[in-house]
């Protein structure tokens, strides 16, 4: 999964994505995802817990962090939409949660400001003209 301009991509095409992200991305890599809301962050999260072997992965909006235990270690997925302040990002423990983790996802991390942890791999999602299709843009 090169660095490259946005593409369109059928959730197949997502699907696959993943898949090579779980199989490339360095253990204990940061992933920060970011776009609109309903745009694909969690099913691409989903989609790479699949890959990994791990069960049924949900939306952690409300609960703001799930852990997958997954062949090869912890996928943790942090989801920063709700945070009303950075500050409230503290209670996330994101120097225990990169500890644990193998992959740790971040969504919406500009809502946890300085509390995220730097990222190794940044991810783009926004809606595509069809329903069926996303945008999707690896900037880093």
Known sequence: M????????TLA?????????WRDAPPGSVVWLTGEIGA????????????AGGGLAT???FALVHEYPV??????????YRLRDPAEALDLDFPGLEQR???????????????APPPDIRL??????HPTHRVFERLQ
């Open 101 to 115: 983790a193998r992959l740790l996802f971040v969504e919406w991390p500009e809502r946890a400001g300085e509390q």
């Open 59 to 61: 939306s952690p909006t």
């Open 124 to 129: 783009r999602f926004a809606h595509a003209d």
């Open 13 to 21: 095409e997502l699907e696959a994505a993943a898949q090579q992200l």
């Open 71 to 80: 062949t090869g270690g912890l996928i943790v997925h942090a989801d920063c």
């Open 40 to 51: 694909g962050k969690t099913t691409f999260v989903q989609a790479v817990v699949r890959a």
């Open 2 to 9: 090169d660095v490259g301009a946005p593409r369109v991509v």
